[in-house]
């Protein structure tokens, strides 16, 4: 008896594991017959909602998938990314993410576990970061700049996007590096679109920007660029200089990527990054990015997943070194 009961108990498992497997199968070979909700965690109009429309209108014309972008704002970007990490993990709710995925963890709390709740798809581009003013300041360069905010504490005000973007990042170890904590402030906003709206406007003074965000107006005029963050110039803007040839070098860049639920299916996965690694190689979505100021990267599963665990670790022993969480 209790060997029979021992083989109905296996042959039950045996008989659930056999269903699991053939419902994931069928899942792999029905993915992208229902719309595919790709979550955007910034409103319209900034940087990652830039990029994520330049991308998956190609991605849906090559695949023939409907995919719905849904701008999901608030909460530094917790808000779309929860409803990702809590999805069911069929890759018909993705997650086009961005830098804040690594950083946000440190700063406020946040309902999941960024990396055990995602599976890591393709990192999409990068932006390098222009630092930008308004017109109206008085400055020409980024040592008039530092004067300025030493000269007159508080009478610049510094736009960000989001809390613990890779814009904020960059701006904190700025201040902290000059000596300009003192002198410039911070002003949070939901995205990047609002941010830019309030530097055009006056609101405030000056942005640490990506490049996709600040592009149009500076060739209008309507925003005036001092400098590159990083060590070199980039190779489209030659003229400008780099904060590494003023002494500040900061390593900081906004990155877009797509992630789907823990638990996708491999072979949803791979296939995603296929299609997207398809669409990355198309010239005019290569040269739609460049005019936007973002660089393809196209990266493996395995990469991307790599370089969010390096960054997770990095900030995590970096943020607390200039209290970021205490100016929120």
């Known amino acids: 008896m209790m060997a029979g009961a021992a083989f109905a108990a296996f042959s039950a498992a045996t008989l659930g594991a056999l269903a699991m497997v053939s419902a994931a199968a069928q899942d792999v070979r029905d993915y992208g017959k229902r719309p595919i909700r790709m979550m955007v965690p910034v409103p319209p109009g900034g940087s990652t909602d830039i990029v994520a429309r330049i991308v998956t209108g190609p991605l849906a014309e090559m695949t023939g998938y409907t995919i719905v972008i849904d701008n999901r704002a608030g909460a530094q970007g917790a808000i779309a990314t929860e409803i990702v990490a809590r999805a069911n993990p069929d890759g018909h709710t993705l997650l086009f993410g961005y830098a804040t995925h690594t950083t946000l963890p440190f700063i406020n709390k946040v309902p999941y576990d960024p990396f055990r709740d995602f599976a890591p798809i393709t990192q999409v581009s990068v932006n390098p970061l222009l630092v930008v003013v308004h017109p109206s300041v008085p400055v020409s360069n980024v040592k008039e700049l530092i004067a300025l905010a030493k000269s007159k504490p508080k009478l610049l005000n510094l736009g960000i996007a989001t809390a613990g ?44 920007a990506s490049a996709p965000t600040s592009m149009p107006h500076l060739k209008s005029g309507k925003l005036k660029p001092l400098a590159t963050v990083g ?7 030659p003229d400008l200089p780099s904060l590494g040839e003023s002494g500040f070098s900061i390593e900081a860049a906004p990155w877009q ?21 398809r669409v990355l190689k198309r010239p005019d979505v290569i040269e739609r990015l460049a005019a936007a100021g973002a660089d393809v990267v196209s990266s493996t599963p395995e990469e991307f997943d790599a370089r969010i665990k390096r960054e997770l670790n990095e900030y995590s022993k970096l943020i607390p070194t200039f209290g970021l969480g205490k100016q929120l």
């Open 165 to 208: 973007s890779a814009g904020h990042i960059a701006a904190e170890l700025f201040k902290l590096r000059t000596g300009t904590g003192d002198g410039i402030v911070t002003v949070t906003y939901k995205g990047g679109g609002p941010a830019l709206v309030a530097l055009l406007s006056g609101e405030v003074q000056m942005m640490f």
């Open 231 to 237: 060590a070199k110039r980039l190779p489209y803007m």
């Open 257 to 277: 990527g797509l992630l789907g639920p823990a638990r996708m299916p491999r072979e949803i996965i791979l296939r995603l990054y296929g299609e997207m690694s």
